[in-house]
């Protein structure tokens, strides 16, 4: 049961005409912005200087709503044993290993079988080939498909009563209606409230960029 305190605090930060009954729970009075996920790498810095030139700078374009990133000006083109696809975004700043996010339509496009995984677990994960303007980078093990998840500070995760790693169902999509099983939690101070899907799963829930999701028990 959601405390009187923790309800105090919801009711503050809903917009006034939105009435919040005490029996509801803490997601159920907060909506979480989607963030629409396309195909895109994540590069490390030797990558960069392989696809692009010795000592080059990911130039940025566009800042991302997670604090401190931005999609690069830079794009690649990913290569499988299938085929490929052209100009597919560099999100920036370097990282320490390249990871290379692609959808499930992706892969039959390709000819890849990339897990769904989280961020940075790459082991035994698929294979591909990057190319760029200077040169290329043969990847392996670095290509997923990424688990759905939620960014949220230490505040959001205390008002949404969830924690770090935990696995939530969120509802979204007010079309189709869908609730996303099996959504991991990932807390950081660093980061903005955004829960994070690839366009194959957008296109099935009807969604789009910005729009309310809700934590569901």
């Known amino acids: 049961m959601i405390n009187a305190a923790l309800m105090d605090q919801i009711q503050q930060r809903?917009?006034?005409?939105?009435?919040?009954?005490?029996?509801?729970?803490?997601?159920?009075?907060?909506?979480?912005?989607?963030?629409?996920?396309?195909?895109?790498?994540?590069?490390?810095?030797?990558?960069?200087?392989?696809?692009?030139?010795?000592?080059?700078?990911?130039?940025?374009?566009?800042?991302?709503?997670?604090?401190?990133?931005?999609?690069?000006?830079?794009?690649?083109?990913?290569?499988?044993?299938?085929?490929?696809?052209?100009?597919?975004r560099v999100l920036g700043p370097a990282r320490p290993e390249t990871q290379l996010e692609v959808s499930k339509a992706d892969c039959y496009a390709l000819g890849i079988k990339a897990p769904v995984r989280e961020s940075g677990d790459l082991y035994q994960s698929a294979d591909a080939l990057l190319v760029g303007t200077a040169g290329h980078a043969n990847l392996q093990s670095k290509v997923i498909c990424a688990q759905r998840h939620i960014h949220m500070t230490p505040q959001d995760a205390q008002?949404?009563?969830?924690?770090?790693?935990?696995?939530?169902?969120?509802?979204?999509g007010q079309q189709c209606g869908l609730v996303f099983e099996q959504v991991v939690v990932r807390v950081d101070s660093r980061y903005a409230l955004?829960?994070?899907i690839d366009t194959d799963e957008a296109n099935a829930a009807g969604i789009r960029n910005g729009e309310a999701v809700y934590i569901v028990e």
Request: glycine residues 10%.
């Open 14 to 88: 809903l917009p006034a005409s939105q009435n919040v009954s005490r029996f509801e729970t803490h997601s159920a009075a907060m909506g979480i912005p989607t963030g629409v996920s396309n195909r895109h790498v994540h590069l490390s810095q030797a990558d960069i200087e392989a696809l692009f030139g010795q000592g080059y700078q990911l130039t940025p374009l566009k800042e991302l709503r997670q604090p401190g990133q931005f999609a690069a000006k830079e794009c690649v083109m990913v290569v499988g044993p299938k085929g490929s696809i052209n100009k597919v």
């Open 194 to 196: 955004e829960f994070h």
């Open 159 to 172: 008002m949404l009563g969830v924690e770090n790693g935990q696995k939530v169902r969120v509802s979204a």
